[in-house]
């Protein structure tokens, strides 16, 4: 084979195949393409070969070989849209096409048949067939086209599984499965692998988008679930382990990792708040117990006055009356007396109490008769009397 003209030449063909087309119409009686029946429109898998069957035959001849006075010229094209491409061309004896691109039989040949090898998706479209037969003198005789369909399938390709959400008892996920390339698209199937064996349909299968919704979890739902991809040339699988937990799931668990460590850092905030609180009540109550003055106090009982006024120690019992609730007191019963010591001595000194300085009792009234007091109700009560070195008498 050669390879194919540049775009000038295929221009040129191009315009040769269109000039030829309208000339057609008045040969058209001579020459004939033929396709087979039912296979004007063909389906192929992508990656294998296909042959466009199409041959021409001639009036008053037979079908076997052109005259010795025919030359033929054969052109193949795709036609994508607007775009119009050519793939083979015989002219002269000479082949040119491209890759994979070839006729089945040698020409000269009245079945101008074209074979396409390693089919992609690219290749499909239409093909379009020229046949040009001219005698020796170069004049045309007869030509004739045919178009055919060609569709090139692609099985899908191994489609991806996944699992979306957390697979916890009493939860729903979903399943879900595709393919990232067939033609045409493909459908999806589930199902859940032996021992606990199950095919799923809607509607909690999405044929479609290939999702299957799983709801409320339970235990025995735990598996392998197999999806499986397939269209009319075609499938593939794939597969993804279901296990059911039945603890907490992970962001359960951070949730409560992280609200006991919030409650730890509140309660520790509240126990160092509480301590300073107190000490700071604790510092004023020190500052003010610093700075007061010890209470005086007397170095005797309220009830028994000590009078010392100008130097002389004067022993004045005079105990509180103690009277019977129901009268006078009883016969017999003793009177206070009273004990004075007309000895001088020093003024007795009284104890320091918390460093506070002692305070000279004041004295107290004038003398009391023994009469008054027996009728105040006092109790005798002897005084012993104090000797100038200041030992009891």
Avoid at 122 to 147: F, I, L, M, P
Avoid at 167 to 178: E, F, I, W
Avoid at 187 to 196: F, G, I, K, T, V
Wanted: charged content about 15%.
């Amino acid at each position: 084979m050669v390879s194919l003209p540049g775009r000038p030449a295929t221009s040129l063909l191009r315009l040769l195949f269109l000039g030829l087309s309208t000339l057609a119409s008045s040969s058209r009686a001579q020459l004939e393409l033929h396709v087979p029946a039912g296979l004007a429109k063909l389906k192929a898998v992508e990656g294998a070969e296909v042959v466009l069957p199409v041959w021409y035959t001639l009036r008053g001849q037979s079908p076997a070989q052109p005259g010795p006075w025919e030359l033929l010229t054969v052109m193949w094209f795709l036609e994508q849209g607007q775009d119009l491409n050519q793939v083979l061309a015989y002219i002269s004896g000479a082949t040119s096409s491209k890759s994979g691109v070839s006729l089945v039989y040698s020409m000269p040949s009245q079945n101008v048949s074209l074979r396409l090898q390693g089919l992609r998706e690219k290749d499909s479209g239409s093909y379009r067939c020229s046949v040009n037969v001219q005698d020796h003198e170069g004049k045309n005789r007869s030509h004739g086209s045919k178009t055919l369909e060609l569709s090139v399938l692609v099985p899908p390709a191994p489609p991806s599984c996944r699992l979306l959400g957390v697979p916890r008892v009493g939860t729903n996920v979903t399943l879900s499965c595709q393919s990232p390339r067939s033609k045409p698209a493909a459908q999806y199937q589930w199902e859940r692998a032996p021992p606990s064996a199950q095919v799923f349909f809607a509607p909690v299968l999405d044929a479609i988008r290939g999702s299957l919704s799983l709801t409320n979890l339970s235990s025995p739902m735990s598996g392998v679930y197999i999806c499986k991809a397939h269209n009319e040339v075609g499938s593939a699988q794939c597969n993804v382990t279901l296990e059911v937990s039945t603890g907490p799931g992970p962001a359960v668990v951070a949730g409560a990792v992280v609200g006991t460590l919030v409650g730890l850092g509140m309660l520790a905030g509240l126990v160092l708040l509480y301590h300073r609180r107190s000490k700071a009540l604790e510092e004023p109550a020190n500052d003010i117990k610093e700075d007061a003055t010890a209470p005086r106090t007397l170095p005797w009982p309220k009830g028994s006055d000590t009078i010392s006024k100008n130097g002389t120690l004067s022993s004045v019992t005079s105990a509180r009356a103690l009277r019977h609730p129901q009268g006078p007191p009883r016969p017999g019963a003793l009177t206070p007396t009273l004990s004075l010591s007309s000895q001088v001595l020093p003024s007795p000194r009284l104890p320091r109490t918390d460093g506070a300085q002692p305070q000279p009792i004041s004295p107290s009234p004038g003398g009391v008769s023994s009469s008054t007091l027996s009728r105040m109700g006092a109790v005798p009560v002897m005084v012993p009397a104090q000797s100038q070195a200041g030992s009891l008498v």
